[in-house]
């Protein structure tokens, strides 16, 4: 293949990636779908192809539908320990983010709902929302009649404005929420943490990486005596982590989070959904499995101070 159309490629490897990671919720598999995508470049008649972008666009989508679709993603994701991989704020795999529409794509609860929706659904909602393709365009796409198109697009809004738990929230503040949790958290007073709390907050974590299955919380008050617990630092927990890791502000995948790091290695993330100023949602993620691409980000980033020097 000649450079300049392995250059083509490589200039719209980005956003490739980040519509399948908005398809797929692993980064992992994305990489996977955009590399099998350049093979199909590398093999195809390209001087057929007239208008390259939306020839690649519709490869990545429907490849990440065949993964989606396949038995082998299905049973795993059917088993209970299935959640979004978390990004690191200014990860190109995020992708646009001019709209609210884009980046409330990438957040861990509405890539959670969109787990929920059918993939051709899942699909035209992404394609739609976070890319800003026309009906037509989409039913090329996907090979649908435009009536199709928006049918699925007006149930895939329908159910994520439903259950969207969640609001918007700046830099600024994100750091400032993520300080005011980390000390309530680190002070073992469990009324403090339930006054950053909304009356039905929830949370889901993976055990560290060590339950088969996801842990889920739900109400104030036990929310807070999980999170008091968590916060607590003791032997096995700083074995596990691999010593004692500064605590730090972050955003990941648009919302604020707690970031444990070690030795330049992220070892646990906790990701706060936030409504009306209080904490609404919590997503803790430890295994290692799901921190590799935030690892990746991490260790070339610099990083402010942390909030927690030594855990």
């Known amino acids: 293949?000649?450079?300049?159309?392995?250059?083509?490629?490589?200039?719209?490897?980005?956003?490739?990636?980040?519509?399948?990671?908005?398809?797929?919720?692993?980064?992992?598999?994305?990489?996977?779908?955009?590399?099998?995508?350049?093979?199909?470049?590398?093999?195809?008649?390209?001087?057929?192809?007239?208008?390259?972008?939306?020839?690649?666009?519709?490869?990545?989508?429907?490849?990440?539908?065949?993964?989606?679709?396949?038995?082998?993603?299905?049973?795993?994701?059917?088993?209970?320990?299935?959640?979004?991989?978390?990004?690191?704020?200014?990860?190109?795999?995020?992708?646009?983010?001019d709209t609210v529409e884009q980046r409330e794509s990438v957040t861990l609860a509405v890539l959670t709902l969109l787990e929920r929706l059918a993939p051709v659904e899942r699909a035209v909602y992404v394609l739609r929302e976070a890319f800003s393709y026309s009906h037509l365009e989409i039913a090329g796409i996907l090979d649908l009649t435009e009536s199709a198109?928006?049918?699925?697009?007006?149930?895939?809004?329908?159910?994520?404005?439903?259950?969207?738990?969640?609001?918007?929230?700046?830099?600024?503040?994100?750091?400032?929420?993520?300080?005011?949790?980390?000390?309530?958290?680190?002070?073992?007073?469990?009324?403090?943490?339930?006054?950053?709390?909304?009356?039905?907050?929830?949370?889901?974590?993976?055990?560290?990486?060590?339950?088969?299955?996801?842990?889920?919380?739900?109400?104030?008050?036990?929310?807070?005596?999980?999170?008091?617990?968590?916060?607590?630092p003791t032997p096995a927990k700083r074995k596990l982590a691999g010593g004692s890791p500064g605590i730090y502000a972050g955003v990941v995948n648009g919302c604020p989070a707690v970031i444990a790091a070690f030795d330049d290695r992220v070892v646990g993330v906790m990701i706060l959904e936030i409504r009306d100023d209080k904490i609404a949602a919590g997503y803790g993620m430890a295994g290692p499995a799901r921190l590799c691409r935030i690892n990746e980000q991490w260790l070339r980033r610099e990083h402010d101070e942390p909030l927690i020097a030594s855990w």
């Open 1 to 97: 293949m000649d450079t300049a159309a392995v250059e083509r490629f490589e200039a719209g490897r980005n956003r490739l990636a980040s519509l399948a990671y908005r398809l797929l919720g692993s980064a992992a598999d994305a990489e996977d779908t955009v590399q099998d995508a350049f093979l199909r470049w590398q093999a195809a008649d390209r001087d057929r192809i007239e208008v390259p972008e939306a020839w690649l666009t519709k490869v990545v989508t429907n490849l990440a539908l065949d993964r989606l679709r396949s038995a082998k993603v299905r049973h795993e994701r059917a088993a209970g320990a299935w959640l979004p991989e978390p990004l690191l704020d200014g990860d190109p795999m995020l992708g646009p983010a």
């Open 149 to 232: 198109s928006k049918q699925h697009a007006h149930r895939a809004r329908c159910r994520i404005a439903a259950e969207r738990n969640g609001g918007e929230v700046d830099r600024a503040s994100a750091h400032r929420i993520v300080e005011a949790f980390v000390d309530a958290a680190s002070s073992g007073r469990t009324e403090r943490l339930v006054a950053l709390l909304t009356d039905d907050a929830t949370a889901v974590s993976d055990g560290a990486g060590t339950s088969r299955k996801l842990l889920h919380y739900t109400g104030p008050e036990q929310l807070a005596a999980v999170m008091r617990g968590a916060f607590k």
